[in-house]
């Protein structure tokens, strides 16, 4: 058995080290939008998060990529005004595959980004009931996303790009989300490494 999978962790190093095998690390502006901005009493109620992470880029042709994507999500809650002060924060983990078309060459020029995720999404949430103020949390995980976008690549080492990502989560039960989407706009400065 231990020969077994010596011989396929070598075949599956020497496939990899016949790609061509680029990545990057990314971080900018999270715009949530639709419910998970503004769904009364629901959503963060907050201009803006925050998101970092990393990629790996499989190189298929010059045109053609396939990339495996990590990204962490931060949407702070802010207080949904008048005499209430309740406010919920949203946090993603997003792991994912995209595939990535560039119009000139990977080096430099234009790209568009479509893609599929798994999310594991928790809800922070305070309120003040009774006169006292209260907390939970809520989390769901294995929640399926889809993203889509583009960039631009200024050189071999600096990209900007922005895509749309909506993760499909549970509305009702003890871990609902009090609505079925949870939609953003993420627009990203990538430092690439490996070109």
Do not use: C
């Not at 990590?70 to 595939?99: H, M, R, T």
């Amino acid at each position: 058995m231990r020969h077994t999978t010596l011989v396929i962790l070598g075949l599956a190093g020497t496939l990899l080290s016949a790609q061509n095998i680029t990545g990057g690390l990314h971080t900018g502006l999270s715009l949530p939008v639709g419910d998970l901005k503004d769904k009364s009493d629901r959503g963060t109620n907050q201009m803006f998060g925050a998101h970092v992470g990393g990629h790996l880029d499989f190189n298929i042709t010059s045109h053609h990529q396939v990339r495996a994507q990590l990204s962490y999500q931060n949407f702070p809650g802010s207080g949904w005004g008048g005499a209430s002060d309740d406010k919920n924060s949203f946090k993603a983990l997003q792991a994912g595959a995209d595939w990535v078309y560039h119009f000139q060459s990977p080096r430099q020029g234009w790209y568009t980004i479509a893609g599929a995720t798994l999310n594991s999404v928790k809800e922070d949430w305070e309120a003040t009931a009774a006169g006292r103020r209260i907390s939970g949390s809520a989390s769901q995980s294995g929640k399926l996303g889809v993203r889509g976008g583009g960039g631009y690549t200024f050189n071999q080492m600096i990209s900007l790009e922005g895509t749309l990502n909506q993760i499909f989560v549970d509305q009702n039960g003890s871990d609902g989300f009090g609505f079925d989407t949870a939609t953003w706009a993420q627009f990203s400065v990538v430092f690439r490494f490996g070109r």
